[in-house]
């Protein structure tokens, strides 16, 4: 099974950029689909990017045209480029193969005046 640490989450201000990287081990991410989740206080984890094993790329809604999922499979890693964040984009984000793998810490992202 896949195991993912997720790292650059922090605070910054509306309007600020992140981004956050997924490193994976035991199990080479190329031919998964891969995700980044987040959950906010309150609320359930949700799936806001994923990217396929080609590329293919999809997003949620509330984050179309602000972040960029991408993979460096010779890295085995996963980034999340976040722009124009909200504070609604606060959360703790998880990065996860789409079927099986284990859940990380996650990284605290914080955006806030």
């Known amino acids: 099974q896949v195991q993912f640490v997720e790292s650059g989450g922090g605070l910054v201000q509306p309007g600020g950029s992140l981004r956050l990287s997924c490193a994976a081990s035991g199990s080479s991410l190329r031919l998964k689909a891969v995700g980044w989740y987040r959950q906010a206080p309150g609320k359930q984890r949700e799936l806001v990017a994923h990217i396929t094993s080609v590329g293919l790329t999809n997003y949620a809604d509330s984050v179309k045209g602000r972040f960029t999922i991408s993979r460096d499979n010779a890295k085995n890693t996963m980034y999340l480029q976040m722009n124009s964040l909200k504070p609604e984009d606060t959360a703790v984000y998880y990065c996860?193969?789409?079927?099986?793998?284990?859940w990380g810490q996650g990284t605290q992202v914080t955006v806030s005046s």
């Open positions: 996860k193969s789409l079927v099986g793998g284990y």
